[in-house]
């Protein structure tokens, strides 16, 4: 069964320091999304990618934060200059075109644990 | 703005006894509803979603739940429950009216059913 997969599983970084969080989506998919958790806490929505364009972001998802799809695999996540707060896991996800838009489920990867000292 | 209350940190149950995690939401328009589960140092599993039609939505893993719009409700249920159905369940809305992709999340309940 196709998934979702991300690299690193786990990531630790100095406070300043940029890190990129990279992502697979499944093959057939068109959206590609990037939320957080907080240990702890809920599942926050940071953004949301298709055509090659942010169609939605979130309060988080300020200046030090960008999204890439480099090639036609690959779906980034990159955090210019890290702080404390940002530690969290990292989940990307993937959905299916479908009509209505928002109606399809969105298959998630296993996380990236971001740890920022 | 949308949201969703799960208003139990924690269920427990008996292995083979029904199980029941609550979900309420809040949305300008009509809803659609999904159910996430979470195993320890995994990702978020998808069980079932409500989009239209029959208000009894049947999932994954003998998973059912039921949207009760006069009650902004979306429990997830379970006949029987396993000791390996233990996890974080997440309930999410996504707003119909708004058009957008982003799914909003419960706090989530924590699920221990006992041999």
């Known amino acids: 069964e196709p998934e979702v997969t991300q690299t690193p599983s786990h990531q630790v970084t100095q406070m300043g320091q940029e890190v990129i969080l990279r992502c697979v989506p499944i093959?057939?998919?068109?959206?590609f999304y990037w939320y957080r958790q907080i240990l702890g806490q809920k599942v926050e929505f940071l953004v949301s990618?298709?055509?090659?364009?942010?169609?939605?972001k979130s309060e988080i998802f300020d200046d030090q934060f960008s999204v890439e799809r480099p090639d036609g695999s690959n779906f980034t996540l990159k955090i210019r200059s890290t702080k404390l707060e940002d530690s969290a896991m990292y989940f990307c996800a993937s959905s299916e075109l479908l009509y209505p838009r928002t109606a399809n489920e969105q298959f998630f990867g296993p996380g990236t644990r971001l740890t920022v000292l | 703005a949308q949201s969703v209350a799960q208003p139990e940190d924690q269920v427990n149950v008996a292995e083979g006894n029904p199980l029941t995690v609550k979900c309420t939401y809040s949305v300008s328009g009509n809803p659609y509803l999904f159910w996430y589960v979470q195993y320890p140092n995994r990702g978020l599993q998808f069980l079932l979603k409500y989009i239209t039609g029959d208000n009894l939505v049947k999932g994954s893993y003998g998973f059912e739940a039921e949207f009760n719009k006069s009650q902004t409700s979306f429990h997830l249920k379970k006949p029987s429950a396993l000791v390996s159905d233990s996890a974080l369940y997440f309930c999410a809305v996504r707003d119909i009216v708004s058009g957008f992709q982003k799914l909003v999340f419960g706090t989530g309940t924590r699920l221990l059913v006992s041999p």
């Open positions: 990618f298709y055509n090659n364009e942010i169609s939605e």
């Open positions: 093959s057939n998919h068109l959206y």
